[in-house]
């Protein structure tokens, strides 16, 4: 396969000092979107003694951040969706860098330059890998990372339908060291219900982009009947994931190898026999689900139209009530990642051309679980 090519790589990339700083609200909201309801209120006073916390911001001045990723060293690596910019996060100021433009990326709505991870061997072979909209498809890449330089881009798996809305996108390494991929059905339902099709799936890989071994179809497809999902976390062996329903229903669902999720057919919990309901659903109102993350015993989500941070119990295969957080106080919220001291890393997504930026957006928040 012929390389990506990439722009502005290494040490000629913009480099701007942050400090973690206290983190004052951010308005976002726009028609309304993410204000509290009584009960939502009610529920965060009565938590107030365990809710999570905004301690400081990472980083400001960011465009439509989508993955994040950390690096053995306590770093990470950042993307932008419509700048095609990887950027590497380092060091206690919180030094941002360039580390590669991706001229091929093409941004339209949902597209471009969307999840990123990092290798499990890392140390030995210095590889990230990043999802990619392309002119003809969506498509992961890996590439060498070697200090503050992306090498060229190599991709492993092509032909991911890619359309304007519905791309997936999110990468994360298992526990078994294989590449997990969510993708969406690219404004064609059917595909998500075609095992032929890599459309509307979670795939499992390896780092080379062959059908991972023990896959339930031999084929990359781990599980499939999905709209578009938006993401990936691993709560011990367990995988689960954020999904975007249409008109009326997110979900949160268990992910089993194999399994129908049933979209198109179901949208939330329909009893059929044939397919898997989720663990939990909201109105589209109330989420509009992104990244997904686990920390403390809990599946953390971010939440995009809902403008919220949600906080769910998990306890073996099950997820408990959810609760809500930060309610419209820093608008669309894109991705959450757990950092290697604990913490909470969760990115805003105002500048996504949904959203209302406030001065200083896009930011990366400090969040105590």
């Not at 881009?153 to 890619?162: A, H, R, W």
Request: hydrophobic share 35%; glycine share 14%.
């Amino acid at each position: 396969m012929v390389p990506l090519a990439l722009a502005g790589c290494g040490q000629g990339g913009n480099e701007v000092e942050y400090d973690v700083s206290p983190s004052p609200s951010a308005a976002g909201s726009q028609d309304g979107a993410g204000s509290p309801s009584a009960t939502e209120k009610a529920t965060e006073e009565a938590t107030a003694s365990a809710r999570p916390r905004v301690v400081g911001t990472v980083a400001t001045g960011l465009e439509a951040p989508w993955g994040l990723a950390f690096l053995p060293d306590g770093d990470a690596l950042v993307t932008e969706r419509d700048s095609g910019r990887v950027l590497r996060i380092s060091g206690p100021r919180h030094r941002v860098t360039e580390v590669g433009t991706i001229d091929e990326v093409v941004p339209e709505g949902e597209a471009g330059l969307l999840g990123v991870a990092v290798s499990p061997d890392f140390a030995d072979d210095a590889r990230v890998f990043l999802y990619v909209t392309t002119a003809e498809d969506n498509r992961v890449v890996r590439a060498t990372l070697r200090g503050d330089t992306l090498g060229d881009l190599e991709p492993i798996l092509t032909g991911i339908p890619s359309d304007f809305i519905h791309d997936g996108g999110r990468l994360l390494f298992g526990p078994d060291d294989y590449l997990y991929v969510s993708t969406g059905d690219a404004n064609e339902s059917a595909r998500a219900q075609d095992r032929d099709s890599l459309g509307g799936k979670i795939l499992r890989i390896t780092t080379d982009g062959d059908p991972a071994p023990g896959n339930p179809f031999g084929s990359p497809v781990w599980s499939w009947g999905h709209r578009n999902v938006q993401g990936l976390a691993f709560a011990g062996d367990q995988l689960w994931a954020s999904e975007f329903g249409a008109n009326e229903f997110d979900e949160l669902n268990r992910i089993e190898a194999g399994a129908n999720y049933g979209w198109p057919e179901v949208e939330g919990t329909g009893g059929e026999p044939d397919f898997v309901d989720p663990q939990a659903t909201w109105t589209t109102a109330e989420a509009s689900p992104s990244g997904l993350a686990y920390a403390a015993g809990h599946l953390w989500m971010a939440a995009l139209r809902g403008e919220r941070l949600w906080r769910i119990p998990v306890e073996g295969d099950r997820a408990g009530e959810p609760q809500s957080f930060l309610v419209g106080r820093y608008g669309r919220m894109r991705t959450i990642a757990v950092a290697p001291d604990g913490m909470l890393w969760l990115t805003t997504s105002n500048r996504d051309g949904r959203g209302t930026p406030a001065e200083g957006d896009d930011r990366i928040l400090l969040v105590r679980p």
